[in-house]
C-alpha cells in the first residue's frame, strides 16, 4: 500500500509566525508532489508543486522535498488567520493519479 | 469559480434508492475523477477516465458505477448504498492522466445515506 502520511493536528500559530507542515510518503518511486489547501466546506486548491529536491517558493510559501528521506514539507511564512484551513499533502506514485494524505489542520491565532 | 461543475450539492438518499451524481467540465481537459472523502480519512480515489476511458478502478464496490459519455461530462451512478458511504464526492478534471499538472476539483456533492 502506498502511503502518504500527514500528522492530523491542529497545529496552532500565532499570526505573523511561521507554519511548519509535514509529509512523508512510503513508494520511493514517486516523482511528484503537491500541496493542496481545502477550507472547510469547500474543496481542494493547489497552492504548491514541487518535482525536485530542495526548495520551491511562491509568495509566503515554501515547499521542500528531500526523497532520500521521503519527506515534503510546507512553510508559510508572515501565518495570517486566513491560511487557517486543512493541508492535504498529495503524491503522484505510479498510478494514474495522485494519493493524498489525511491532511493537517492550521489554525492561526490572531 | 474551478470550472468543474458538480450537482447537487447535497444529496440524502435511502439505502434502496437509485440516484446520480453529475460533474461536468469547461476546461477542455481530457481526464476526470471521482473522490471519496470521509472525515477522518484521506481523500480516496475512487475511478478515473482518461479520453473516455476508464483506467483505474481503485477496488470500489458495484454499488458505485461511473459513466463518462464523453471528455466533459462524468456521471456517478448510486444504488443499494450504505450508511458507511455517507461522504462528500468530489469530481476533479486534469488535461490527462497521469498528470504533473493541478487537478481542478468541483465543490462536491455531500451525501447522507440514511
Known amino acids: 500500500q502506498k502511503e502518504v502520511e500527514q500528522n492530523s493536528g491542529p497545529l496552532s500559530v500565532p499570526e505573523g509566525a511561521i507554519a511548519s507542515l509535514n509529509c512523508t510518503y512510503s513508494?520511493?518511486?514517486?516523482?511528484?508532489f503537491f500541496w493542496y489547501r481545502q477550507y472547510s466546506g469547500k474543496s481542494p486548491e493547489l497552492i504548491m508543486s514541487?518535482?525536485?529536491?530542495g526548495d520551491q517558493e511562491d509568495g509566503r510559501f515554501t515547499a521542500q522535498l528531500n526523497k532520500a528521506s521521503q519527506y515534503v514539507s510546507l512553510l508559510i511564512r508572515d501565518s495570517q488567520p486566513s491560511d487557517s484551513a486543512t493541508y492535504l499533502c498529495?503524491?503522484?506514485?505510479?498510478?494514474?493519479?495522485?494519493?493524498f494524505g489525511k491532511g493537517t489542520s492550521l489554525l492561526v491565532t490572531p | 469559480e474551478t470550472g468543474v461543475t458538480q450537482t447537487p450539492r447535497h444529496l440524502v438518499m435511502g439505502m434502496t434508492n437509485k440516484k446520480s451524481l453529475k460533474c461536468e467540465q469547461h476546461?477542455?481537459?481530457?481526464?476526470m475523477y471521482w473522490y471519496k472523502q470521509s472525515a477522518k480519512k484521506p481523500l480516496e480515489l475512487m475511478f478515473v477516465?482518461?479520453?473516455?476511458?476508464?483506467?483505474e478502478n481503485n477496488s470500489v464496490p458495484s454499488r458505485f458505477s461511473p459513466e463518462c459519455p464523453n471528455s466533459s461530462h462524468l456521471f456517478l451512478h448510486l444504488h443499494t448504498l450504505q450508511p458507511e458511504d455517507s461522504a462528500l464526492y468530489l469530481c476533479?478534471?486534469?488535461?490527462?492522466?497521469?498528470?504533473?499538472?493541478?487537478?481542478?476539483f468541483g465543490s462536491g456533492t455531500q451525501l447522507s445515506v440514511l
Open positions: 498529495a503524491v503522484l506514485n505510479s498510478g494514474y493519479a495522485l494519493n
Open positions: 476546461l477542455g481537459h481530457n481526464a
Open positions: 513508494d520511493r518511486g514517486s516523482q511528484s
Open positions: 476533479a478534471s486534469s488535461p490527462a492522466a497521469p498528470t504533473n499538472e493541478k487537478l481542478f
Open positions: 477516465y482518461n479520453f473516455k476511458e476508464q483506467t
Open positions: 514541487i518535482y525536485s529536491n
